[in-house]
């Protein structure tokens, strides 16, 4: 029993050893918002009757190593429980990646049989083979100079689709927004889809009434083409923990927040 004793704590250690401890406790730690105040005891308060998205500085990320995330939150006392989200934002090349650049739709590799031109909101594609005698988009998106190995993930182009047509073998798409550029006949474009974000800590719940522990790791690349929560996605060189705060819209919450760490690991 004494051997097995010194083997936990010499474990125990190494890990502290191989372990770096962040605390992101002040506000230059993160980015700044409008409802957001540190108010002492590291206790941060966020407020307002509307959605708030806050977020950390961004790291640097190795899915070798383990990040393992954790934070105390509760309603404010007296005040109204918001529904929250925690978890993180993958970062690539300095931009945020949403769902929708790194899902790409199964067999809906097309390309332009007409030129897109800068613009226009209109986009004629060869059918793929996704589409049956129905249409049924599910609120997809068309990106463009896609690759059949997605190796373009994640891919920034996406823009959502309003409609389509079927013409015999074409397919007519209206977008909701304007060609920001011309694509010539023959770009290869795909269908890509919006989804849920990283909330690998807490995911549409009420804010709780006493101080509860949140944790969760990330570690690891999520594999092509799939946004998990645990796992940094497609092309993210940084990450950023993500906290989501009153998405219900009610009105007087006040969500704290407090001892918010990082603990990264071999």
């Not at 988009?137 to 100079?145: D, E, I, M, S, V």
């Not at 906290?243 to 603990?263: C, E, F, P, S």
Request: glycine residues 8%; aromatic residues 8%.
């Amino acid at each position: 029993m004494k051997k097995f004793i010194l083997g936990v704590i010499a474990a125990a250690a190494v890990f502290s050893l191989n372990a770096e401890v962040i605390k992101l406790d002040k506000p230059e730690n993160w980015e700044k918002h409008g409802n957001v105040k540190f108010v002492g005891d590291n206790v941060i308060e966020i407020s307002g009757g509307i959605i708030t998205e806050w977020r950390s500085k961004p790291f640097a990320v190795d899915p070798a190593k383990k990040y393992v995330f954790s934070a105390e939150i509760r309603t404010k006392p007296g005040a109204v429980a918001g529904i929250c989200y925690l978890g993180n934002w993958s970062i690539a090349k300095d931009r945020l990646l949403l769902p929708e650049h790194v899902m790409a739709v199964a067999k809906s590799d097309s390309k332009l049989l007409e030129p897109a031109v800068a613009g226009s909101r209109t986009v004629v594609i060869a059918k793929p083979a996704c589409i049956g005698s129905k249409i049924t988009f599910r609120h997809w998106g068309l990106a463009f100079n896609s690759k059949s190995d997605m190796s373009d993930l994640p891919n920034f182009s996406y823009i959502p689709i309003v409609k389509g047509q079927i013409d015999g073998d074409k397919l007519i798409l209206t977008l909701r927004r304007n060609l920001p550029r011309n694509y010539a006949v023959d770009t290869p474009v795909r269908f890509q889809i919006p989804h849920m974000g990283m909330y690998g800590g807490l995911s549409g719940k009420p804010a709780p009434a006493e101080w509860k522990k949140i944790t969760w790791t990330v570690s690891g690349r999520a594999k092509i083409s799939t946004n998990h929560a645990l796992r940094w996605w497609q092309g993210a060189d940084k990450g950023a923990i993500r906290i989501i705060a009153n998405y219900n819209h009610q009105k007087n919450t006040v969500l704290q927040v407090r001892n918010v760490t990082m603990t990264i690991t071999d």
